[in-house]
């Protein structure tokens, strides 16, 4: 049995009643066994000193896409389509088992180092099992699916699929990794978005996902012109369509939905369909930005998730919260999105879109030991005296403030090292990797 006691720290709780207490956290192997004052020692547990630290639940990101962290500044100063035809198409095309593995290493390190225990993520059409093996290793919780794509212009020949080869090779991955670590890592089916799918492949991945009762993760309407060739090809309007196809259902998670009509926003609700909010990426590709207030206005589950690396180039939660309220306070008031709304969306609305709010997402007796350990004794977050902490998370700290990750009752980073995987190796082969890449592929190198 391994024990973790973390004592008398200062515990931002997203339990139901949004407690803020101090306390120390007794960790008995991945469960939250105590939550209260003078907790004794026994001396077979480790001991955690946070004394003047924030605990926080770990920071669920329910959009990433690992397979593109290499891909890092690569696709700059671009819009969707031309990022998509221009770099990260035929970038993705060239990928090996060895740099798939590798850059899905670099971005869990990144999102270790800043907090985030849990992600949702699209991998593309090959080697997605070596992404799931550097899940695996680094110990982080992870929903993760090989990307399927088997229609659309201008995809390069090593990324069109079969509709058939696709959907079977997406159940093999799925029969192989789902609820794999006892359910640390779990699968979802991941169609790109409608562009790249054709009717037959998304009306099998529908069923599929209510046979298996497994999740279904995609873009949508993320951006206009995307919109516009959706209609042209099926006469409706992104969400509209995936209802028509019986996608819409509360194991959808939509990434992005920035242009959306009353009538999706309508289905969203209804069908309790999970959005994934992107700012960084929304800004950065120029798509535009999401009416979040709306959306949390009529309970729509709203959470929160980086992108990918190309398209935000961070995969940094801190981040993410800190543009997710600015961004809607010009428009809406310097009300809107506080930071309480924000932290609740990076957290314990990100365990409500993969089903697991009764096991993460908060900090309670009894959940998953999925924490980070904050340090805000910095110039940067300080005076302390007499400023809500939250507010000091979202609008001042940083990923450097994050000193401790816990994830499913392990410690996988402790003082700023990351203790499940060796960073200079992987520094170095992320290097090698996209140098490989890059010479196969003559418009980039």
């Known amino acids: 049995m391994s024990r973790i006691l973390i004592k008398h720290a200062e ?62 500044g690569k696709g700059d100063d671009l819009e969707l389509m031309d990022w998509l035809k221009k770099r990260i198409w035929p970038l993705e095309a060239a990928h090996d088992e060895e740099s798939i593995y590798y850059s899905a290493l670099l971005g869990i390190g990144e999102l270790i180092q800043s907090g985030t225990t849990t992600i949702v993520d699209m991998e ?29 212009e201008e995809v390069p020949p090593q990324l069109q699929e079969k509709t058939s080869e696709s959907i079977e090779k997406s159940v093999a991955l799925m029969e192989k990794w789902n609820n794999f670590d ?5 699968y979802a089916f991941s169609p790109r978005f409608v562009v790249s799918c054709t009717e037959e492949l998304l009306k099998e991945v529908s069923r599929l996902s209510k046979s298996y009762q497994v999740y279904v993760h995609t873009h949508a309407s993320e951006n206009k012109g995307e919109i516009e060739i959706v209609e042209r090809e099926t006469g409706m309007r992104n969400i509209e369509y995936l209802d028509y196809l019986g996608l819409a259902n509360e194991r959808l998670i939509l990434a992005h939905c920035i242009w ?18 992107c700012p960084g990426s929304n800004l950065k590709l120029a798509s535009g930005i999401a009416e979040v207030p709306h959306l949390l206005e009529q309970s729509i589950s709203v959470s929160l998730g980086a992108d990918g690396a190309p398209c935000n180039n961070n995969l940094d939660m801190f981040n993410e919260m800190r543009l997710a309220a600015l961004i809607q306070k010009p428009s809406h008031g310097s ?51 007499d400023v809500d902490p939250i507010s000091r998370i979202v609008y001042s700290a940083t990923r450097a403030d994050v000193v401790t990750t816990i994830i499913n009752g392990e410690i996988v980073m402790e003082n700023r090292v990351i203790k499940t995987m060796e960073k200079k190796v992987i520094l170095h082969e992320a290097n090698a990797s996209i140098k490989r890449l890059i010479k196969k592929i003559p418009l980039l190198s």
């Open 335 to 385: 009300t809107t999105m506080d930071a309480k709304t924000v932290f609740r969306m990076a957290t314990i609305n990100g365990a409500k879109a993969i089903g697991m709010e009764d096991q993460i997402g908060s900090i309670e007796v009894g959940k998953k030991a999925d924490l980070a350990i904050l340090n805000l004794n910095d110039f940067h977050t300080y005076p302390s005296f």
């Open 124 to 152: 593309t059409v090959h080697h997605t099992d070596y992404a799931f093996k550097a899940i695996a290793k680094s110990g982080i919780r992870a929903l993760s699916g090989k990307v399927m794509m088997d229609k659309g």
């Open 11 to 72: 515990i931002i709780t997203m339990n139901k009643d949004e407690e803020i207490i101090n306390a120390d956290i007794l960790i008995e192997n991945d469960k939250i066994k105590a939550i209260g004052t003078d907790l004794k020692e026994t001396g077979d547990e480790k001991v955690i000193d946070a004394t003047e630290r924030l605990v926080i639940p770990g920071f669920i990101q329910t959009h990433i896409h690992l397979c593109q962290t290499i891909f890092r």
């Open 182 to 186: 006892n359910g640390r890592i779990k």
């Open 260 to 277: 959306l009509n009353e009538k999706e926003k309508t289905i969203i609700k209804e069908k309790g369909v999970h959005v994934s909010h």
